[in-house]
């Protein structure tokens, strides 16, 4: 994984990118599109990308104008 997070380039294939959906990433610095200060526990938040697919990403505005529900993850045994 970190070596996908080091290339900011893959992040242009995760799903409305185009709208400013940007995962989170504890070394990498927030886009300049972020919504809170970057120290806010709520500056990150899980976003659901694709059915049953969430990602921890920055609280841009898009993000945040576009709220979800809490991810629905079976335990595993």
């Given at each position: ?44 938040c ?32």
């Amino acid at each position: 994984v970190d070596e996908l997070m080091t290339d900011q380039t893959e992040f242009t294939r995760l799903p409305g990118h185009q709208y400013g959906v940007v995962p989170w990433w504890p070394t990498m610095r927030p886009p300049p599109e972020l919504t809170v200060d970057p120290a806010d526990r709520r500056a990150s938040c899980l976003h659901q990308i694709a059915p049953m697919h969430w990602v921890a990403c920055w609280r841009t505005a898009y993000v945040a104008d576009h709220p979800q529900r809490p991810p629905d993850v079976p335990a595993q045994p």
